[in-house]
C-alpha cells in the first residue's frame, strides 16, 4: 500500500508532461492507432543521448528545437516516457519501442554518479544542474522507476543484465541517501534538495534555493526509504532521525494566504498571518543550525522573514508546503505498526 501511495504522491502530472495520462489505458489501446501514434511521437521527441526534455509535450509532434532540448530527469521527464514504451512494447511487440525503452533505461544508467546519486539532467555541465538532485523529487522519482524494472512482472522482457544493473543502482542510491543526510551537531536531520556529487555536502541551486535543509523534497527521501521491505539499521536510523526532525521544525500558528492588493502587479499578494486553529507548516527551506526558515530574492540575501523579499518570489515561488503533515500523522505509524 505504502508504495502505491508513494508513487501517487510523486506523480503530478504537469502542463507538459502528457505520457502519464495514458498510462492506466489497457493493452488494446496501446495497440491501437492512438496508442501507437503517441508511442512514435515519443520516439521521435528522444534525445540522442536517450533521455527527453522537460516543458514539452512529447506525445505529439515535436520541433526540431524541441527533439534538440535538454534531456532530464527534472519536472518528472523521462520516467513516464519509458513506461509508455514499456506498455507499448508489450502490447504490440514492435521493437522499435523495446529498443528506445533500452536506450532510455541506459541513459539513466550512465547517468548515475559513482557516489550513487543522479544530477539533474545529464550530460550534465558545470553549473548547479550537476549536484546529485532531490529537487523536485528528481532521484526518487528515477529510482522508484529503477525498482519497478528489477522488481516488477510487467518488466519481464527487460533482459537479466539491465534488471541486474537497475538493482544494483537503486541500491547504491540508498547508500547515497545516507551519506547526504545532513548531521547537526552529530544528529541526523534532513536533506538538502540538492547534494555535492562527491563529498555529498549539501549545495544551492538557483539563487534563491539555499543551503538548508529541505522541509519538502526531504518528505518522499523518507517515504522512500520506509517503503524498503527489510531496511537496514542505518534506514531505519535515518527515518527516525528525519521524522524527529520534521515534528522539531513544524511551524504552528500561521497560516498562508492571499490578500487583495490594489498596488500589486496582480491585485493581489502572499502573506503569513497568524491562527491558532491551523495545521502545521513547512517551511521549503531551513537554516542548517538553527531551523530558522529561509527566504530570498534572486540576489540570493537570506532574509528570515517571507514578508521581507520582493513581491516577485514571494508570490512565484512555494516557500512553504505541508507535506510532511500525512508523513507524521499517518505513513511514519503505519511503518512503525509493520516493523
Given at each position: 500500500m505504502l508504495a502505491a501511495v508513494l508513487l501517487s504522491a510523486t506523480s503530478t502530472v504537469s502542463a507538459a508532461n502528457r505520457p502519464r495520462q495514458y498510462l492506466n489505458n489497457g493493452p488494446e489501446w496501446f495497440a491501437g492507432d492512438e496508442g501507437r501514434r503517441v508511442a512514435d511521437n515519443i520516439i521521435a521527441a528522444q534525445s540522442e543521448f536517450g533521455g527527453w526534455p522537460k516543458?514539452?509535450?512529447?506525445?505529439?509532434?515535436?520541433?526540431?528545437?524541441?527533439?534538440?532540448?535538454?534531456?532530464?530527469?527534472?519536472?518528472?521527464?523521462?520516467?513516464?516516457?519509458?513506461?509508455?514504451?514499456?506498455?507499448?512494447?508489450?502490447?504490440?511487440?514492435?521493437?522499435?519501442?523495446?529498443?528506445?525503452?533500452?536506450k532510455g533505461i541506459d541513459y539513466i544508467l550512465k547517468a548515475q554518479y559513482?557516489?550513487?546519486?543522479?544530477?539533474?539532467?545529464?550530460?550534465?555541465?558545470?553549473?548547479?544542474?550537476?549536484?546529485?538532485?532531490?529537487?523536485?523529487?528528481?532521484?526518487?522519482?528515477?529510482?522508484?522507476?529503477?525498482?519497478?524494472?528489477?522488481?516488477?512482472a510487467s518488466y519481464a522482457f527487460v533482459d537479466a543484465p539491465r534488471r541486474a544493473?537497475?538493482?544494483?543502482?537503486?541500491?547504491?542510491?540508498i547508500e547515497c541517501i545516507l551519506k547526504c543526510q545532513i548531521k547537526v551537531d552529530g544528529k541526523l536531520t534532513a536533506w538538502c534538495a540538492q547534494h555535492d556529487e562527491i563529498d555529498f555536502s549539501p549545495r544551492p541551486a538557483r539563487k534563491y534555493e539555499l543551503v538548508s535543509?529541505?522541509?519538502?523534497?526531504?518528505?518522499?527521501?523518507?517515504?522512500?526509504?520506509?517503503?524498503?521491505?527489510?531496511?537496514?539499521?542505518?534506514?531505519?536510523?535515518?527515518?527516525?532521525?528525519?521524522?524527529?526532525?520534521?515534528?522539531?521544525?513544524?511551524?504552528e500558528g500561521i497560516r498562508q494566504t492571499?490578500?487583495?492588493?490594489e498596488k500589486s502587479p496582480?491585485?493581489?499578494?502572499?502573506?503569513?498571518v497568524k491562527d491558532p486553529l491551523a495545521p502545521p507548516k513547512w517551511a521549503r527551506f531551513y537554516e542548517i543550525g538553527t531551523n530558522r526558515p529561509m527566504f530570498s530574492d534572486r540576489d540570493g540575501v537570506v532574509k528570515y522573514d517571507i514578508a521581507e523579499i520582493g513581491y516577485e518570489r514571494r508570490n512565484g515561488y512555494?516557500?512553504?508546503?505541508?507535506?510532511?503533515?500525512?508523513?507524521l500523522t499517518r505513513d511514519y505509524p503505519e511503518w512503525k505498526r509493520r516493523r
Open positions: 516543458h514539452v509535450d512529447t506525445t505529439s509532434p515535436v520541433s526540431d528545437e524541441e527533439k534538440h532540448a535538454q534531456p532530464t530527469f527534472d519536472n518528472g521527464a523521462t520516467t513516464d516516457e519509458l513506461r509508455f514504451l514499456a506498455k507499448a512494447f508489450q502490447a504490440t511487440k514492435d521493437d522499435r519501442y523495446l529498443l528506445a525503452f533500452q559513482p557516489t550513487g546519486g543522479w544530477p539533474q539532467h545529464y550530460p550534465t555541465g558545470d553549473k548547479y544542474h550537476r549536484y546529485i538532485t532531490f529537487n523536485d523529487d528528481a532521484m526518487v522519482r528515477l529510482m522508484l522507476f529503477l525498482r519497478e524494472v528489477y522488481g516488477s544493473a537497475a538493482r544494483q543502482a537503486f541500491d547504491r542510491g535543509l529541505s522541509g519538502s523534497e526531504s518528505v518522499e527521501i523518507v517515504r522512500l526509504l520506509m517503503s524498503l521491505e527489510a531496511p537496514s539499521p542505518a534506514v531505519v536510523r535515518a527515518v527516525q532521525s528525519a521524522v524527529t526532525w520534521f515534528d522539531a521544525a513544524k511551524l492571499e490578500l487583495p492588493d496582480k491585485g493581489k499578494n502572499k502573506v503569513i512555494g516557500w512553504y508546503n505541508d507535506k510532511p503533515l500525512e508523513l
